[in-house]
């Protein structure tokens, strides 16, 4: 690994987790601080029910917690949305927004995301936008053009680019065991370095490019040392302690 690289670890618990889960919380925050991670930056993202009792207590932590979705309004009449202010009043510091599972199970169209994103980033929360291709799609070669459109529509032109995170999740890879080439990430990671440089310029530089789909303890490795990988973006593996502990364990 890179001794320079600056690795975001986060963790995304979808759907699971209980008020039981908090001692996972202290585990990590336990581990955080003997680690005395310079380069490595870790959050978990929760389900919305959670995420007071997790700031409550990582407060004192270097531990980042987050959520995995928000609104893409501020206030107001729109039932069971949660708007990024509400989630920076829980102490919040970070959100998800785009992820494949969000945009295929609730018809989030790029559109949708863009404003979400927008809406995010007007808070200070780390704004973490997911991309990536299915595999039909990946068969037809069509990889970089799908992530070049979701690029392009789901990100406003006003970005704050302290607060902007890209992961790139390839549909087929979520949760599946399946990882593509190295050399495959490499080029698509790059593709989208290049692609954010053109538009907002060097700046861009600045954004994280994370790496999401079956990452675990045995191609975490591997996987954070290619060029372009700044970090990434953990479905199952955050859910157990000592599974994201493994993968931790490769930062710094
Ligand atoms: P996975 O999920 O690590 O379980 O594949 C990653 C994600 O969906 O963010």
Request: aromatic share 8%.
């Amino acid at each position: 690994m890179s001794k320079n690289k600056n690795l975001l670890i986060a963790g995304n618990w979808k759907m699971n987790g209980s008020r039981r889960s908090l001692s996972i919380v202290s585990l990590l925050m336990k581990y955080i601080k003997t680690k005395k991670f310079k380069n490595t930056h870790v959050l978990i993202c929760p389900p919305f029910t959670l995420i007071n009792s997790f700031t409550t207590l990582a407060k004192r932590s270097k531990l980042m917690v987050g959520a995995q979705d928000c609104s893409n309004k501020a206030l107001g009449a729109y039932t069971g949305e949660v708007s990024p202010s509400m989630l920076v009043d829980v102490g919040s510091q970070a959100v998800i927004l785009g992820h494949s599972e969000r945009r295929e199970y609730h018809n989030e169209s790029n559109k949708l995301i863009h404003d979400k994103v927008s809406n995010a980033l007007g808070t200070d929360l780390l704004t973490i936008v997911c991309l990536g291709e299915s595999l039909f799609q990946k068969k037809r070669g069509n990889t970089l053009r799908v992530i070049g459109e979701q690029l392009r529509k789901s990100l406003p032109d006003n970005i704050n680019v302290k607060n902007m995170v890209i992961a790139y999740e390839p549909i087929w890879a979520i949760g599946s065991g399946l990882i593509p080439e190295n050399d495959d990430i490499y080029k698509v990671h790059h593709f989208i370095s290049q692609k954010l440089i053109s538009r907002y310029g060097n700046k861009a530089k600045k954004i994280k490019i994370l790496y999401g789909g079956s990452v675990n303890k045995k191609n975490a490795s591997a996987i954070l040392s290619i060029q372009y990988v700044d970090g990434a973006l953990v479905g199952g593996a955050s859910l157990k302690f000592s599974d994201f502990k493994a993968i931790l364990e490769f930062c710094n």
